[in-house]
């Protein structure tokens, strides 16, 4: 089993910054693809961005966030800048074991954080 622990999350007004955390159990962390992903009231969890060697990135964030890694520390991290009202979202980190499972959609991921609350103010 790996466990993901999501922090970071907060209240920011827009146009600000925030940099969420995602700390993951195992000894194979490198060998995850990992992703983030958010949820809105009343909305269906959406992609955001996933990295393994590579980063990639949903179109409504492109060039405002930032996903990163750092398996030494078994953490990944999702920096996001100019952050607008429609960000709000709950915040969810996932991890993948198969190489070949879809990275933009929920059904590739094995592993779920718990969500850490983003909301941002106008």
């Known amino acids: 089993q790996v466990q993901l622990v999501e922090s970071g999350g907060g209240l920011v007004q827009a146009g600000g910054s925030l940099r969420l955390s995602c700390a993951a159990s195992?000894?194979?962390?490198?060998?995850?693809?990992m992703g983030w992903f958010r949820q809105a009231p009343g909305k269906e969890r959406e992609f955001v961005a996933a990295i393994s060697w590579t980063a990639y990135y949903a179109d409504s964030v492109k060039g405002r966030f930032t996903i990163s890694r750092d398996n030494a520390k078994n953490t990944v991290y999702l920096q996001m800048n100019s952050l607008k009202p429609e960000d709000t979202a709950v915040y969810y980190c996932?991890?993948?074991?198969?190489?070949?499972?879809?990275?933009?959609?929920?059904?590739?991921?094995?592993?779920w954080g718990q969500g850490t609350q983003v909301t941002v103010s106008s």
């Open positions: 996932a991890a993948k074991i198969n190489y070949y499972s879809d990275r933009r959609l929920t059904s590739g991921y094995d592993y």
């Open positions: 195992g000894r194979t962390f490198s060998r995850y693809g």
